[in-house]
């Protein structure tokens, strides 16, 4: 729907919440990173304790596991996702060769035209250097189409909302039946460009849902003493307000509506980087780790891996912080920095629901879902995934680590007040953009409940695989079905872990209190 007039509302821009020293450190640090140009840094997985071989590992079938360690000489395991040394990825010529500096992010949000049912990458619609777009429909079948043909006559907004609802969302993946909202958590949200109406439209999100509204009156910071909560601010990286983004400001409207809608008593913190620049988003991903009680941050961007892009990982080697990122939405391969062994990367599925939030149908890898293995060269596989163990890398990072649902013919309801492309209003958008924030959310819950928080930066034991090797089928949906690609097992979903959907989506009920060391029991 093309609305003639857009609401506007005040918005806290405060950056008196910054550490001391927080602002110019990161200003340094960033100073550094771009000036270099030695080889890529090795990360500490490359000192892990073992190594394997493809010839001495298998890939486990989960659906056999109880609360035991997998028997690695089972015969019953089946190899149909093990990677062969020909399927891993090798040192190729498109992988970005410039310094650091000239490294660019691009939301991971797809939007669906309510007219024509078919998917866009929000950020291809917004690219002026390029005249086509890929579309997805349920079908998951994928075409090239004119971007000015999609502008001219998509039909992008609607007067209700058109995606699922939260109730229907916290029903399929079992937050209706945890008790705690993830009061006193504050979950951080990284986005590029200025979200002008930011605090409205997450209000009128949580009135239209029957969620708890967020105190946004503009006139405090969420640290500071006496101030109401849940809370939501809005930061600016740099201390001055970025342009204005259409299209970022869509991604923002969706990690931070959905955010909220998982974890609706934790404080939400967006904090706005002044580009799409990675070393502007790190520097916001940096000062959004140290403010006062964030216990995770979110990051629904990447982009194509690229050597040196380790560099970038000491921004992330946080404790007491959990990082999540999309793994990408253009399928095999994944993006960066979901590929980095200091984050969970979120990939795609797609999920079927009936108005109640009842499955319909198994969920399955959405085509679009970004994984695989890491390039040559670029991020070693942790120790973590070495233990588990997943399918054979040849020592590399395997991303994603777990799934949510990605796919826009089964998105989700957000409202963007801001305009994109002359539309207003209720927009449905998914991609796994929308995963990492609502993992963030259950990360904020399991926090509250065990009183101290999960890290992501312990490359030698990670939580989430930890509750996997325990209890694989209480803590996870095993996604069986489906692909991101044409490279053979690495692109195919498969039972247990596997390159396009991880180790699966959450049984939230179950996995929040895995995390937090208690039982739904």
């Given at each position: 729907m093309k609305a003639p007039t857009k609401p506007t509302s005040p918005i806290l821009h405060s950056s008196s919440t910054l550490r001391a020293g927080t602002g110019a450190l990161s200003l340094l640090l960033i100073a550094c990173l771009v000036a270099v140009s030695s080889p890529p840094v090795v990360s500490k997985a490359q000192n892990a304790r073992h190594v394997r071989t493809s010839s001495s590992v298998k890939a486990p079938n989960k659906d056999s596991w109880t609360s035991r360690e997998p028997d690695q000489s089972s015969e019953s395991w089946t190899n149909a996702?093990?990677?062969?040394?020909?399927?891993?990825?090798?040192?190729?010529?498109?992988?970005?060769?410039?310094?650091?500096?000239?490294?660019?992010?691009?939301?991971?949000?797809?939007?669906?035209?309510?007219?024509?049912?078919?998917?866009?990458?929000?950020?291809?619609?917004?690219?002026?250097?390029?005249?086509?777009?890929?579309?997805?429909?349920?079908?998951?079948?994928?075409?090239?189409?004119s971007i000015e043909e999609v502008k001219s006559h998509g039909q992008f907004a609607s007067f209700d909302p058109p995606g699922y609802s939260p109730a229907q969302i916290r029903h399929a993946y079992g937050f209706d039946k945890l008790r705690n909202d993830g009061k006193g958590q504050v979950i951080a949200i990284?986005?590029?460009?200025?979200?002008?109406?930011?605090?409205?439209?997450?209000?009128?999100?949580?009135?239209?849902?029957?969620?708890?509204?967020?105190?946004?009156?503009?006139?405090?910071?969420?640290?500071?003493?006496?101030?109401?909560?849940?809370?939501?601010?809005?930061?600016?990286?740099?201390?001055?307000q970025p342009p204005v983004d259409d299209g970022w400001a869509l991604e923002s409207a969706l990690d931070t509506q959905w955010a909220h809608a998982i974890a609706p008593g934790a404080d939400i913190l967006l904090v706005e980087a002044a580009s799409n620049g990675l070393a502007d988003l790190f520097t916001a991903v940096l000062i959004a780790a140290a403010q006062p009680r964030v216990s995770v941050v979110s990051m629904s961007w990447g982009t194509s891996e690229f050597f040196g892009e380790t560099i970038f990982d000491t921004f992330l080697d946080h404790t007491g912080v959990t990082f999540v990122a999309a793994s990408g939405d253009s399928g095999n391969p994944g993006a960066y920095p979901a590929a980095s062994p200091y984050v969970i990367a979120v990939g795609g599925t797609t999920l079927r629901l009936d108005r109640k939030g009842n499955r319909i149908s198994p969920e399955t890898a959405w085509i679009g879902s970004g994984g695989g293995i890491s390039c040559n060269g670029c991020e070693f596989e942790p120790t973590y995934q070495l233990d588990y163990p997943i399918p054979f890398t040849g020592n590399r990072r395997g991303i994603p680590d777990v799934a949510y649902n990605g796919d826009?013919?089964?998105?989700?309801?957000?409202?963007?007040?801001?305009?994109?492309?002359?539309?207003?209003?209720?927009?449905?958008?998914?991609?796994?953009?929308?995963?990492?924030?609502?993992?963030?959310?259950?990360?904020?819950?399991?926090?509250?409940?065990?009183?101290?928080?999960?890290?992501?930066?312990n490359l030698f034991h990670s939580p989430i695989y930890d509750a996997a090797r325990r209890d694989y089928r209480d803590n996870f949906f095993d996604i069986k079905t489906g692909s991101n690609g044409t490279c053979g097992s690495v692109c195919m979903a498969a039972r247990g872990y596997d390159f396009v959907t991880g180790l699966g989506s959450p049984k939230a009920d179950e996995l929040v209190e895995a995390l937090a060391g208690k039982r739904h029991r």
């Open positions: 996702a093990l990677a062969t040394s020909a399927e891993l990825p090798q040192p190729v010529e498109n992988i970005p060769q410039g310094g650091v500096e000239q490294q660019r992010a691009k939301s991971g949000a797809w939007i669906l035209d309510q007219r024509t049912r078919k998917g866009y990458r929000v950020a291809d619609l917004t690219d002026t250097k390029t005249t086509q777009v890929k579309s997805i429909d349920a079908n998951k079948t994928q075409r090239i189409e990284v986005s590029a460009y200025h979200y002008p109406n930011a605090a409205a439209d997450l209000n009128k999100f949580s009135k239209t849902f029957g969620l708890r509204r967020l105190h946004d009156n503009g006139l405090f910071n969420c640290a500071a003493p006496g101030v109401p909560h849940p809370c939501f601010q809005v930061f600016y990286a740099y201390g001055v826009p013919t089964t998105g989700f309801s957000v409202y963007d007040s801001s305009g994109f492309n002359g539309n207003f209003g209720w927009m449905e958008l998914a991609g796994t953009s929308a995963g990492a924030p609502q993992w963030a959310g259950l990360i904020a819950l399991a926090n509250q409940l065990r009183g101290q928080n999960l890290s992501s930066n």
